[in-house]
């Protein structure tokens, strides 16, 4: 089975400065990785998602995540935060097999951003 | 633009009520899921639906049943509604394979 781990439950950051999000996935194989973020009471909104191909994928509003398998990781990152980042950001992960579709959502991270 | 639609963005709701939270996704997804969510928990899977009238169990499956009657629309029951769940609820669909999960607005339920 799968599983999600994000270590870091609340993060603080100075608008302008460099982001990492830590996430650790458990899987038997190469699996499907998303990050999603969601703002203070709404759904959840996808920021990336690696499949296959290169390591280093890039989303939306400036955010960019690369798959190590070596460390079955799949950080998130962004060069300069801005106040609107402020939110929570979730880790999932899938299994590429017909039939198991569901995705396994990590505790999420908190990010606050100080002026 | 895709939609995942949550019939109630707020519910209160008293203890023993049967609760009905309904879920309408207009993109043809074979798969449907119901989450809660909570803090320091994350989300948890409660149910998920793989095609029409077929279901599973998710993580946490007690206190709550589906029903899927419809390709289009999940719908979650707490047969009888008790205050630990009061909760955020989040339904989402998925097509499956190598594509990404839809999530709709969710509902926060509280139970008095």
């Known amino acids: 089975a799968q599983s999600v781990t994000q270590p870091d439950i609340h993060i603080t950051v100075s608008e302008g400065a460099s982001l990492e999000l830590r996430c650790n996935y458990s899987?038997?194989?190469?699996?499907?990785l998303f990050w999603y973020v969601q703002s203070p009471g709404q759904g959840l909104q996808l920021l990336l998602k690696y499949f296959s191909g290169d390591t280093l994928v890039q989303g939306i509003k400036g955010f960019e995540a690369e798959f190590k398998r070596s460390q079955s990781s799949f950080n998130l990152r962004k060069p300069s935060v801005h106040w609107s980042d402020a939110a929570e950001y979730f880790c999932?992960?899938?299994?590429?097999?017909?039939?198991?579709?569901?995705?396994?959502f990590g505790t999420g991270t908190r990010l606050t951003i100080i002026p | 633009d895709v939609k995942v639609t949550q019939s109630s963005r707020y519910l209160v709701k008293r203890t023993g009520e049967k609760v009905f939270l309904e879920c309408v996704q207009d993109m043809d997804h074979e798969n449907m899921f119901w989450y809660r969510q909570d803090p320091g928990l994350g989300l948890r899977l409660i149910y998920f639906?793989?095609?029409?009238?077929?279901?599973e169990k998710g993580d946490i499956p007690e206190g709550y049943s589906v029903s899927r009657e419809k390709k289009e629309r999940f719908s979650l029951i707490l047969e009888s509604a008790s205050t630990n769940q009061t909760s955020m609820y989040l339904c989402?669909?998925?097509?499956?394979?190598?594509?990404?999960?839809?999530f709709g607005q969710g509902t926060r339920l509280t139970v008095v």
């Open positions: 639906s793989y095609d029409v009238k077929m279901k």
């Open positions: 999932a992960v899938g299994a590429p097999n017909f039939g198991n579709e569901k995705l396994t």
């Open positions: 989402a669909s998925r097509q499956g394979g190598a594509t990404e999960a839809f």
């Open positions: 899987y038997g194989a190469t699996p499907y």
